[in-house]
């Protein structure tokens, strides 16, 4: 059968229609090659408009299709169900984007005509060389890989966790619950944090659905949504869980401590020890870095103290393959390091010490037990707050985190809870007091005795810095005027910032990064759940600062778009533009298996030739552009094809 190419132009209202000339389009149209019917449509996208070009598809016979109208990313789709309700391929047709290419941006009548005659010659000249396109499906799997057990990756682990769906939470630290888990008091109401969360904690280790694989990371992640192979590696395991049940025997054993990371560096803990107080799962953990055992010395005290024979020096790292129908990465932040500007005194400056490092002197768990002293053991009659350490600056972060101001208020009620005759002092450039209950909260801190604001005339506008034993605070106001204050605790309200391994973790995970380092969303404003890989969702401060709310939200959103996708004995539609191998060209040469970013060729040792595997690809073409021998195509877009299009894209006009 000869082609029979149809050309529908729409008006788009009076979007295309005033911008050029439609009946010369359509005559010009009707004049191409093959072309036996070309008309005018007043709104392709409206339901009266694709059921009138379904029924004239069919009553005349129409075997490609060319759509004139707006943005393919709109309405690509929609034209291709056209073509689908009319019995037809739904990949026999071309859509040409007018409005955005033509009408909205060339403001010359005549011009933005000249240039649609050139788009729709080149459209009629290509969508001659498509072929149909069966389009796949294929079984998915309804489990669910979640990387980061902190308070985003639980609340995403908790709403999937149902009937017919097994979870697996990969952590990287020994135990679960992230930053929040180590907090005192929430804002806005000061509940306690470890009331609040460790129930969910609880919940999800004994949730016989759930797998929680803690120290541990993801190595590689192939293949497509629906059908993912997680590969995943777990640190050596020292100390049997089930055996261990954290009475801490070993930990009184071990003649080795370090510095207490969980206490940001304010007290110590053995090279053998449980991460903090309340810790799940609350065992036992050995630091290699630091054990006798593994640095060439030979002890075996905390094995020798252990009743439960919990202790395991042989113990090696497991790596496995886990199948999963969808990932949701909530890897969460980093604060910033102040020491990386020398403006704040930090680590120079008898007490300078981080907003998260506060947190841990407050809490009852705490080096202190919660009473808030200095490094000499002092109650501080003077306590400073720093705002936009490391935030709205262009060497450091240029984002504002968003939650500090309301961290550091919320500290200074703590403070003056405790000390009720402490002086407070807020330094700051501006105030961020998002949602219904902050400016109210601010109000009230504003309010309280002993509370001082010095509003400065940048977030860098600050220097502190040790004089004759003292700590000093000098803030630079708009009109350049110096104040200062003589501090004894000073709290440095650090930016939240991606972690620095974000890069890697972004090649390993094949999602984009934005320009702030964090994980690159679908779309900010209509699709900020999803990442920018299909199957893949964000959920808490991977994304971007946020606070626990936010966070455990973010992370219920992206539990319910698996929900829905992922049906338990259900099925998914493969991407079904994929490349395609002419076994008669192809030499075996393996150029395109070692450039296919997704893993999608391979070459059986027993055949000469490559072959795809279908739910891997995603039809990028980098594979057909590198085959030296030209074996390799891209389904709608073979090389005829393209070709074809920019001959018609670069005839003369009227040709």
Partial sequence: MKDRIGVFICECGPNIKDAMDIPKLVRFAGQLEAVVLAEPVGLMCAPDGRKKAAETIRRHHLTHVVFAACSPREHEQSFRDVLESAGRNPFMMQAVNLREQCAWVIHDRDQATRKAKGLIRAAVQRVRHHAPITIKEIDCRPDVLVIGAGVAGISTARTLSQNGRRIVMVERSACIGGMAALYEDLYPDFNCAACLIEPDLDEVIHDERIE??????????????????????????HVDPYRCIGCAACIEACPITVPNEFNAGMDSRRAIYIPYPGSLPHVAVIDKQHCLQFTGDSCNACKDACPFDAVDYTAVPTVRNIEVGAVVVATGFQGFDPSRSTRYGYGEVDGVISAFAFERLVNTTGPTGGKIVTAGGLAPDTVAFVHCVGSRTDRFNRFCSGVCCLSAFKQARQVLKQLPEAAIH???????LPGKTAQRFFDGVRAMVGVTLHRLAHPGAIQISAENGRTIVRGTDASGAVQQVDAQLVVLATAMEAPEDMPQMGRILDLGLDDDGFFKEAHPVVDPVAADREGFYLAGCCQGPKDIPASVAQGQAAAGRILQKLIPGGKITLNPIVARVDSDLCSGCRTCEALCPFGALVRDENETCMTIEETLCRGCGICAAACPGGAISVGHYSSDAVYAEIAGLLKPDGK
């Avoid at 694989?213 to 590696?233: A, C, H, I, P």
């Avoid at 807020?426 to 961020?432: K, N, S, V």
């Fill in 212 to 237: 929680i694989l803690t120290t541990s990371e993801v190595l590689s992640v192939r293949g497509t949504q629906g059908n993912f192979t997680v590969t995943v590696k777990q640190a050596a395991c």
């Fill in 426 to 432: 807020h330094f700051f450039a501006d105030l961020c």
